[in-house]
Structures are given as structure tokens and as C-alpha cells.
């Protein structure tokens, strides 16, 4: 599907009646749209989320991951519209270390819907999906102040 970003589309990818990940794909591919059943749902959702940065995804997901990694993903989901916490207060929510908390988010499978981009350095946004640089932190920076208002 086609975002507000300048050098990506969004891959949706579901199992069934549940999303199973959010890939950042090439400008160049088409988008193909079902106009029914759960990935129009989706798509309608994501949509609805850049036009107003408070909406509340109502999605089913497929369940993957460690049980850490599964744990991590929950708490990203009570991040606030608009907040930004630090890798360390989620770390000591979870009672864990920074670094284990990026490498889950690192592993986030469904970005945006699963708001990792939410979880930032004490000193700057931190990465997002496994990138410290380039394309994809102008999309954290993107969400970040798309959220913000």
C-alpha cells in the first residue's frame, strides 16, 4: 500500500484473519489491494492511523516470536500516541537490560501497528527495524512527529 513516506510502500501480510507482519517494500511495486476480507481491513486501519495519528488499531495478530520478544511487543502497545519512552524505562518496566529491548524491537515483525518506532535513546531516536541510518529512521522520525501533532 502507498504511505505518507517519501521512499517506501508498505507489504501487508496476513494468516488467515490476523496480520503477520508489515514489510517496508520498494516504491516501484504496485499496489495490489483486496477490496474484501481481513487484509482490506488492515489496510483500511493503517490508513486510518495516518490520517489521524490517535487512532487505536483493532487488528488480530498472528502470534510469533519468543516469549520475551512476545512480552516486549505488549508493553510497546501501551506507549501512548505521542510518547516517546526510552529504551531503559521500557527495560526497567520489563526488568531487563536497553540492549535486549532493541534487539526486540529490532525484530518486530508489525511496525506501526506494533509501535516500536515509539521506543527512542536518551540521546536521539535510537534505530528502527534493524537500521541506526537512512530510510528507515527518516520513517521513525516521520511517525514520531506524525504522532505529535
Keep these: 500500500m502507498s504511505t505518507p513516506f ?6 501487508i501480510n496476513t494468516r488467515g484473519d490476523a496480520l503477520y507482519n508489515i514489510d517496508f517494500i520498494s516504491l516501484h511495486h504496485n499496489d495490489h489491494i483486496p477490496r474484501t476480507g481481513f487484509i482490506s481491513e488492515a489496510v483500511k486501519q493503517i490508513t486510518a492511523y495516518f490520517d489521524n495519528p490517535g487512532y487505536r488499531f483493532s487488528l488480530p495478530l498472528v502470534s510469533q516470536g519468543t516469549p520475551f520478544q512476545r512480552r516486549v511487543w505488549r ?6 500516541s505521542g510518547a516517546a519512552w526510552s529504551y531503559g524505562k521500557v527495560a526497567q518496566n520489563l526488568a531487563t537490560s536497553p540492549r535486549a529491548i532493541g534487539g526486540a524491537c529490532r525484530a518486530n515483525p508489525i511496525p506501526i501497528v506494533v509501535p516500536c518506532h515509539r521506543v527512542v535513546a536518551l540521546n536521539g531516536l535510537g534505530g528502527f527495524s534493524g537500521q541506526v541510518q537512512g530510510d528507515k529512521l527518516s520513517i521513525k522520525h516521520w511517525l514520531l512527529t506524525h504522532e505529535k501533532g
Excluded: E, M
Design 75 to 80: 508493553s510497546l502497545q501501551t506507549i501512548p
Design 6 to 11: 517519501d521512499s517506501v510502500k508498505l507489504g
